[in-house]
T-cell receptor
């Protein structure tokens, strides 16, 4: 069964901490994405990557960075976590033709 | 910029009835539309998609209708079951998707 795996389901971090959210896909997909999901705001794109070592800003990149050193792994980094980054984070991957597959999400709480 | 909106944040239907979830979009250049289902505690799951050269596509108990004239997309679920309870999202685009805010579908016994 093909999968997108996010390393943590729940995380609690302190304000100012550096936070890494990891995502791995086993489908050899070219594209990978990070979204955050908040009540009333739907899914908003943070960053995406069309290839290894490539990254593009999404709609809300401020306060985040990403890393894609290998095709199967896409990491989201919060350089200095803040309380307004408390959210559900969803990773997805797709082929160049589409066909998104999502991970189960990481619920991050910043205290 | 692009936007995708759902008409109702919540929808309640009786078990066995048909459900219709609606979505409006702004980018007429987009040629690919998808419906996702998200159950509590899970990531969104693909339900059905449609390209702009079609106006209707059917799956198992689901039908997607696309009206390009009014930029409207709908998802019809036949004979709604308790397992259909979830949040439903429409999305448009291809490599990069733009999502609507979601409609929470609740099934009444």
């Amino acid at each position: 069964d093909v999968k997108v795996t996010q390393s943590s389901r729940y995380l609690v971090k302190r304000t100012g901490e550096k936070v890494f959210l990891e995502c791995v896909q086993d489908m050899d997909h070219e594209n990978m994405f990070w979204y955050r999901q908040d009540p009333g705001l739907g899914l908003r794109l943070i960053y995406f990557s069309y290839d290894v070592k490539m990254k593009e800003k999404g709609d809300i990149p401020e306060g985040y960075s990403v890393s894609r050193e290998k095709k199967e792994r896409f990491s989201l980094i919060l350089e200095s976590a803040s309380t307004n980054q408390t959210s559900m984070y969803l990773c997805a991957s797709s082929t160049r033709l589409g066909g998104y597959t999502f991970g189960s999400g990481t619920r991050l709480t910043v205290v | 910029g692009e936007s995708v909106g759902l008409h109702l944040p919540t929808l309640s239907v009786q078990e066995g009835d048909n459900s219709i979830i609606n979505c409006a979009y702004s980018n007429s250049a987009s040629d690919y539309f998808i419906w996702y289902k998200q159950e509590s505690g899970k990531g969104p799951q693909f339900i059905i998609d449609i390209r702009s050269n079609m106006d209707k596509r059917q799956g198992q108990r689901v039908t997607v209708l696309l009206n390009k004239t009014v930029k409207h997309l709908s998802l019809q679920i036949a004979a709604t079951q308790p397992g259909d309870s979830a949040v439903y999202f429409c999305a448009q685009g291809a490599q990069k998707l733009v999502f609507g805010q979601g409609t929470r579908l609740t099934i009444n016994p």
